[in-house]
């Protein structure tokens, strides 16, 4: 049963940085794709950024040059990390990691959000 695990979130005021960390074990397969999605008060959960299995990353219009993903492999555990500088409020949101993409690219996945696993989300507070 792979598991998906996610620390880092907190509450910084604006233009702080935060760094989102993800774990994913138990796999009995490769599976490279992994992603970070969030959810703010009132708001549809939206993707944020996506690695694909070709190590092709994507990322919301509304976090580029802002955020950084960077993926790592180790046997059966694969480790996601989001870098976040110069947060604003509308940054606030609960973050959620997911793993195992059946969309081929990174580009669909960030679209259809179609993973297998999901963590239980990291709470991310940005004050003004």
């Known amino acids: 049963q792979v598991q998906v695990v996610e620390s880092g979130g907190g509450s910084v005021q604006t233009g702080g940085s935060l760094r989102l960390s993800c774990v994913a074990s138990g796999y009995t397969y490769s599976s490279d794709c992994m992603g970070w999605f969030r959810q703010g008060p009132g708001k549809e959960r939206e993707g944020v950024a996506v690695?694909?299995?070709?190590?092709?990353?994507?990322?919301a219009d509304s976090v580029k040059g802002r955020f950084t993903l960077s993926f790592s492999k180790d046997n059966a555990k694969n480790a996601l990390y989001l870098e976040m500088n110069n947060l604003k409020p509308e940054d606030t949101a609960i973050y959620y990691c997911?793993?195992?993409?059946?969309?081929?690219?990174?580009?669909?996945?960030?679209?259809?959000?179609?993973?297998?696993?999901w963590g239980q989300g990291t709470q991310v507070t940005v004050s003004s």
């Open positions: 997911a793993a195992d993409c059946s969309s081929f690219t990174a580009a669909e996945a960030m679209v259809a959000g179609d993973f297998g696993y």
């Open positions: 690695i694909d299995r070709d190590g092709t990353t994507t990322y």
